[in-house]
């Protein structure tokens, strides 16, 4: 531009950026593929006020790219509400909505929120009075960009939020990449931040987090009745129910970089994926499905010591703060506990059990933990079995026994009836396949991930997925 005189350069300068914005703006959806779009363009006016249906969320720092998709991977359905009444909708950026059939019903930008009706099985998404039309079956937010989240109850999640009708409520869905969904899963289970001697055991996680996820992927892929107990708009709850997910909120640093580290990886066992369960604490020994679930065992499954070679009362999860533990009840509490969830586990007399005299341990598993509770009332003994023993014996707050390695002391009145009940035990959780702290005391004393895997599921190899 050395041949325009100044004056005009500034004016050239402007046209061509305009020209650039322009050709670079994105592409309008066509409108008459479905239902009218609804946009809310940014007036003076918005900025001057906060609208009721806005909420202020911080951005999310952007100090590295997205994780990268797995070509060829099945997206991960991850139910975030399975009986909501409404849903709050927004994104950290630009997002559209879409229908079932994909058309575009609004395109916004956050932090304006959308608020989610259902009809029956229709929905419809509203703001500020303005409503999309009904829609059958479902409902999905996206963002325009992969570098921003999508947002549900100001909550930040990657991938897009699908919202699904059912009979009693919606089902809130976040679908997403497997290696995305992890980022949100492994610092909740393995807990953090992990120092840098840990690492180890925060791969150790992922993988087993990865191939958990994997295998309820195949139970579900085609085939809803292959998993006839979940429903079939989701693969997984973000509940202890399966694995903790937290949604982009939850990521760290550190298990970010183990994420990818392990890209890919996963547990075999004979050349196939195989489910990997794990838990908080074994408290000295892991267990074999059979002593704790009403399920057969697996050969990678198997009674594992966390005893640390050449000690006689060291564990490597002893560091744990549940590596033991005591639960007290008064008589009272226990009754209270044996009314609201025996007979969920086992046949009650239809004016219930009575006030309970005492508990005794029948019986015990290989491992040591509790194979058989027997709790004595006034009208009967009754039998539990299992983990059915942690979800009878709650607290007042309703939290279910750390585990089933412990023991019981019954203090009764004169009148037989229970004064107090103590139970001291070990371990948190249900105590089969890696032992979480096991594997942090692992990985301080320096064993790898693949050596600590290969420990609490016995036979198993590291592998890619297919």
Known sequence: MSGVP??????????????????????????????????????????????????????????????PRTEGARDVRVALATAAQGAALSGSGAFRIFDAKNAVLVRARGPDVWSVERRGRQLRATRQGTSTSWSDGMLTLRSDRDDEFAMYAAQHYRGAIRIVASDTGIVVVNVLPVEWYLRGVVPLEIGGPRAGNEDAAVEAQA????????????????????????????????????????????????????????LGMVLKYNGRVVSAPYHSTCGGETAEPDEVWSAGSEPYLKRVSDRIPGTADRFYCDVSPRFTWTRAFTGDEFDAAVRAYLAQYTTVPSGGPGHVRGATVESRTPSGRVARLIIAAERGNYSLRGNDIRYVLRNPGGEILNSTYFSVQAEQRRDGSLSRLVVKGNGYGHGIGMCQWGAIGRARAGQSARFILSTYYPGTTVGLMN
Do not use: H
């Open 207 to 262: 993988i087993a987090a990865r191939s958990y996820t994997v295998v309820r992927l195949a139970s579900t892929d085609g085939n809803a009745s292959r998993n006839a107990s979940r429903n079939a708009s989701y693969d997984l709850l973000s509940s202890v129910a399966d694995q903790v997910y937290g949604g982009a909120d939850a990521e760290r640093p550190f298990s970010n970089q183990a994420v990818a580290r392990t």
């Open 6 to 67: 100044r004056g005009w350069r500034a004016v050239l300068g402007w046209l061509l950026v305009s020209a650039i914005a322009v050709a670079c703006s994105p592409k309008r959806v066509r409108e008459n593929d479905g239902p009218p779009m609804i946009s809310f363009p940014r007036t003076p006016a918005d900025s001057a006020k906060t609208p009721p249906a806005t909420v202020s969320v911080p951005p999310l720092p952007r100090d590295e790219p997205p994780p």
